[in-house]
C-alpha cells in the first residue's frame, strides 16, 4: 500500500504529464496549472468530462477492498434502459471512459501503479475520486483541489473590469468592482490564478506613489490571504521581487511579517526572485537580507538554488558574503553541479583573453565600485580615531594613499560624467574583481574537507574550467589545491590533455608554467592511448577554428600547436602508436585533410583576385609613364612640365607604382604555382601572401599620388584650392582597401611573425 503522507505530492506532478500540452508562459518561465485543472481542461476539450463530474458514468459493480483501504464499495448496478438505449452508444461510452482511465494511468508513477486498489476500479469518475481523496495535495494557504477544478471552468470575463483599472492604476474604478463583488480582491482573475494583487505589484508605483496598493492591501481582512499563490506557487511578494518593487515588498512585509519565508513548491523564496532579476530588483535583495529570523531561504536546496541565482546576475559580491556567512554551500551541488564549477562556463565571470590591449588596459585602471553589505560599512568613530592615531604615529604613507584613492575616485566620476563607456568599464572590472574573489572564497571554504570530496568538487570544475579556457579560475583551484593539476576523468584525460584537444591557448600557458609538475603530464596518456602530441594532432572543435580568419591560417595556427606540443614531449613520443596504430603525424595528416585542401582553395581564389588587381596597376603605371602629363617639346622631346616640383613627384610615384604592383604580381603568381604541402602553410605561403599584399597596399598608393599630380599639373595651375578635393579623393580608394585588408594583414604579421599560440 502506497504512504499517501509519502506520495501527496507525486501524483501532483505525475499527472501533470497527462495534459503536459496545456502550459502556460509567464516571465519567461513555462510551467503548468495544477493537476486537477489540467486533466478537466483536457477532458473538456474532448467532451469527456462527464465520466470524472459523475454524468456520465457507468454503472457499478461491488468492488471489495483487498487490503482494507476504506473505499467505499460501489453502488448496486442501476437499471441503464434509459441511459444507454442501444448496444452501438453503450460501447462508445465504454470506450470514452477507457481513454479517460488510459490518460490517468498512464500519467502514474511506477509507485503509485503498485497500489492494486486503483487498478480494480472499474470506471475513470472513480479512479479520479480515489486519487484525489488520496494524493491530492493541500497545503496550508493553498486553494483546495474543488476551488481549482471551478477556476478551471471559470469564466474570467466578469473581471475584466477591475483587470483594465489595476492595468490603469485607477483605484476609484478597482473600488467600485470590488465593493460591487465581494471577495474579488482575493479571487482568481485569470488562468494563471492571480490575485488583484498579484498584477497590482507587478508595475512599479511612479514617483513613490503607493496609494493603490497600500489601499489594495487595506481592503484584505485576513493577512494570511496575503499568501495566496498563483498556478506557479508564488505569492505577491514574489511578484514584488521580480519587479523590484521595493515599495510594494515593503508594504507587504510590514502587514505580513512572515510573507519572504514563504516559498513556492519548488522552495524558492521571494529573495530568490529578487536575485535572479538582480539587474532590476538589486534594492528589493538588499531589503530582504534583513529578515534572517528563518534560515531556511540561506541553507541547504535553498541556499545553493540563492547562491546560483546571485551568480547568474553577476552579484558576485553578495555571493562571496553568503558563502561566508553559511560556509556548507561551498560544498553542495544542485542538479550535480557544484558551485565552483557553477563559475567554469560563466562568459563574463573572468577576462577570456591572454591580456589586454594597451588602451584597454589604460581604461581598465578605473577603481571598482562594490555594492555588497559588508563593503559598504560607513567608518565610525573608533575607525576616524585609528585613522588619526595612524597619522599621530607617523603612519603618513597610509593617509596620503587614502588621499590619492580618493583623488582617483573623484577623477573617474568626472571621466565617466564626460566619457560614458568609463562605466560599463567600471562594471566590468568590477565583476571580474568580485567573481575573483568569490571563487577564492569557495576553494578556502573547501580545503578543510577530504581529498575525495575536494576532487568531486574542484577536480570536476578544474576541468570545465579548462575545457572553457577560463584560466583565471584554472589559476585560482590550482593555487588552493596544486595536487588537482594530476586529477582526470573516467577517459583519463588530465588537464593539459582537454587544453590541448580543445585548443586553449590560455589554460595551456597557466600549465605550462607549472614546470615542476609537467613532466608527467607530457607523459600521460588517455584511455585510448593517445598521448598529447596525439591530441594536438587532431582538428580542433569548430568554435575554437573559427577564432582564425580564413582556412589557410587555420592551418597554420594547427601546425602552430602541433610544432608546439612536439616539442614538449620526449623524442620517443613522436613516432609513438596509438591504440588505432597511427603516429601523431598520420592524425594530423587525416584529421586536417580537408582543412589542408579548404587553406589551397582560399589561398589560390585571394592570389588571383590580388594578380588581377596588381596586373591593372601595373598596366595603368606602364602608360603613364610613356604619355607623360602635357606631352614632350617638339625640338628636345623634353616633358614639357619636367621642371615643375608635381611632375617629379609624379615621377617618381608612378615608378614606384609601377615597380610594387610588379612584385606583387609576382609574388602572387609564385603562391598560384606553390606546392602546399603541410609545412607550406607554416610559413611559405602566408610570408608570400604578406609580401604581396603590402606590395600591392603601396602600389595603390602611389598610382593615387601619381594621378593626383597630373590632375594638379593639368588643372591646377596656379590654383591651390585644387589640392584639396584632389588630396580627399584620393585618400578614399586607399583607405577603403587598408580598412578592408589590413585587419588580415594584422593577423597575417601577428600569427606568422609573433608569438604563436603564445601570442594575443
Not at 500540452?21 to 467532451?47: E, M, T
Not at 460501447?91 to 511506477?110: M, N, P, T, W
Not at 478551471?152 to 483599472?165: G, Q
Not at 559598504?376 to 603612519?395: G, I
Request: proline share 4%; glycine share 4%; hydrophobic share 40%.
Amino acid at each position: 500500500m502506497v504512504s499517501p503522507s509519502s506520495n501527496a505530492e507525486t501524483i501532483h506532478l505525475s499527472l501533470i504529464n497527462a495534459a503536459s500540452f496545456v502550459s502556460i508562459k509567464l516571465s519567461g518561465r513555462s510551467n503548468y496549472i495544477p493537476w486537477r485543472a489540467q486533466i478537466v481542461c483536457l477532458l473538456q476539450s474532448h467532451d469527456l468530462l462527464g465520466f470524472v463530474d459523475g454524468t456520465n458514468e457507468f454503472p457499478q459493480q461491488t468492488i471489495a477492498s483487498a487490503d482494507g483501504d476504506g473505499i467505499e464499495p460501489p453502488k448496486e448496478e442501476e437499471k441503464k434502459g434509459d441511459e444507454i438505449r442501444n448496444k452501438e452508444d453503450y460501447l462508445q461510452r465504454k470506450r470514452s471512459d477507457e481513454l479517460v482511465k488510459a490518460c490517468i494511468f498512464g500519467s502514474l508513477s511506477d509507485q503509485l501503479l503498485q497500489d492494486r486498489a486503483i487498478h480494480r476500479l472499474d470506471t475513470a469518475r472513480r479512479v479520479w475520486l480515489v486519487l484525489k481523496r488520496r494524493y491530492a495535495p493541500n497545503p496550508p494557504g493553498r486553494r483546495t483541489i474543488d476551488q481549482i477544478e471551478h477556476i478551471a471552468l471559470n469564466d474570467y470575463r466578469s473581471y475584466l473590469p477591475l483587470f483594465r483599472a489595476l492595468l490603469s492604476r485607477d483605484w476609484e474604478k478597482a473600488e467600485t468592482f470590488l465593493n460591487a463583488h465581494g471577495g474579488a480582491n482575493i479571487a482568481s482573475i485569470n488562468i494563471q490564478l492571480q490575485t488583484a494583487l498579484h498584477l497590482a505589484v507587478g508595475v512599479k508605483s511612479e514617483n513613490g506613489n503607493t496609494n493603490f496598493i497600500e489601499k489594495l492591501v487595506a481592503s484584505i481582512e485576513n493577512s494570511e490571504d496575503l499568501a495566496i499563490r498563483d498556478c506557479f506557487g508564488e505569492t505577491a511578494l514574489h511578484y514584488a521581487a521580480r519587479f523590484g518593487n521595493l515599495d510594494a515588498a515593503k508594504i507587504l512585509v510590514d502587514r505580513y511579517p512572515g510573507l519572504p519565508y514563504i516559498g513556492t513548491t519548488d522552495g524558492l523564496y521571494p529573495i530568490h526572485h529578487a536575485a535572479r532579476y538582480g539587474h532590476v530588483s538589486r534594492d528589493v535583495f538588499i531589503h530582504f537580507l534583513r529578515f534572517n529570523e528563518n534560515r531556511a531561504p540561506y541553507t541547504d536546496y535553498s541556499g545553493v538554488k540563492l547562491l546560483y541565482r546571485l551568480v547568474e546576475s553577476n552579484l558576485y559580491d553578495f555571493a562571496t558574503d553568503l558563502v561566508e556567512t553559511y560556509p556548507d554551500l561551498a560544498k553542495h551541488a544542485t542538479d550535480g553541479i557544484p558551485a565552483l564549477k557553477n563559475l567554469a562556463n560563466r562568459e563574463f565571470t573572468f577576462v577570456r583573453g591572454s591580456h589586454p590591449h594597451f588602451w584597454k588596459q589604460l581604461l581598465y585602471c578605473v577603481p571598482i565600485r562594490s555594492t555588497s553589505r559588508s563593503l559598504q560599512r560607513r567608518p565610525n568613530a573608533n575607525d576616524l580615531e585609528n585613522d588619526s592615531q595612524m597619522v599621530k604615529t607617523k603612519y603618513r604613507r597610509i593617509y596620503f594613499s587614502m588621499v590619492i584613492n580618493k583623488l582617483h575616485t573623484l577623477l573617474f566620476v568626472v571621466l565617466e560624467f564626460l566619457v560614458p563607456h568609463l562605466k560599463r568599464v567600471r562594471d566590468k572590472k568590477s565583476i571580474h574583481h568580485n567573481a575573483f574573489n568569490y571563487a577564492t572564497c569557495l576553494c578556502e571554504k573547501i580545503e578543510n574537507l577530504r581529498d575525495r570530496e575536494v576532487e568531486s568538487i574542484a577536480g570536476s570544475s578544474l576541468l570545465e574550467a579548462a575545457f572553457c579556457d577560463n584560466y583565471k579560475l584554472v589559476e585560482v583551484i590550482l593555487r588552493s589545491f596544486p595536487f588537482l593539476v594530476y586529477y582526470d576523468v573516467e577517459n583519463q584525460k588530465n588537464i593539459l590533455h582537454i587544453a590541448i584537444e580543445n585548443r586553449c591557448k590560455n589554460v595551456f600557458k597557466v600549465v605550462c608554467q607549472m614546470s615542476q609538475l609537467l613532466h608527467h603530464l607530457v607523459c600521460a596518456v588517455d584511455s585510448s592511448g593517445n598521448s598529447i602530441l596525439d591530441l594536438a594532432g587532431k582538428l580542433a572543435p569548430p568554435n575554437k577554428l573559427n577564432l582564425v580568419s580564413g582556412p589557410a591560417f587555420q592551418m597554420q595556427r594547427e601546425l602552430q600547436w602541433f610544432k608546439e606540443v612536439k616539442q614538449m614531449v620526449p623524442p620517443a613520443y613522436w613516432e609513438r602508436l596509438n591504440r588505432e596504430e597511427k603516429a601523431p603525424f598520420m592524425v594530423f595528416t587525416e584529421e586536417h585533410e580537408k582543412l589542408k585542401a579548404d587553406g589551397e582553395k582560399w589561398m589560390k581564389d585571394t592570389s588571383s583576385s590580388c594578380t588581377i588587381a596588381a596586373a591593372l596597376i601595373a598596366t595603368i603605371a606602364f602608360a603613364a609613364a610613356i604619355t607623360v602629363p602635357g606631352g614632350n617639346e617638339q625640338q628636345s622631346g623634353h616633358p614639357i612640365f619636367s621642371g615643375n616640383i608635381a611632375f617629379i613627384i609624379f615621377a617618381i610615384s608612378n615608378a614606384a607604382s609601377l615597380f610594387t604592383s610588379s612584385t606583387s604580381l609576382l609574388v602572387f603568381l609564385s603562391i598560384l604555382t606553390s606546392r602546399y604541402a603541410e609545412e607550406d602553410f607554416l610559413h611559405n605561403l602566408p610570408r608570400s601572401l604578406i609580401q604581396g599584399l603590402v606590395a600591392l597596399i603601396f602600389s595603390i598608393a602611389f598610382m593615387m599620388i601619381s594621378f593626383s599630380s597630373t590632375v594638379y599639373l593639368m588643372f591646377g595651375q596656379q590654383k591651390a584650392w585644387v589640392l584639396i578635393p584632389i588630396a580627399t579623393m584620393a585618400c578614399l580608394p586607399i583607405t577603403s582597401f587598408v580598412l578592408l585588408q589590413f585587419p588580415l594583414l594584422v593577423d597575417l604579421i601577428s600569427s606568422t611573425y609573433g608569438a604563436g599560440i603564445y601570442g594575443n
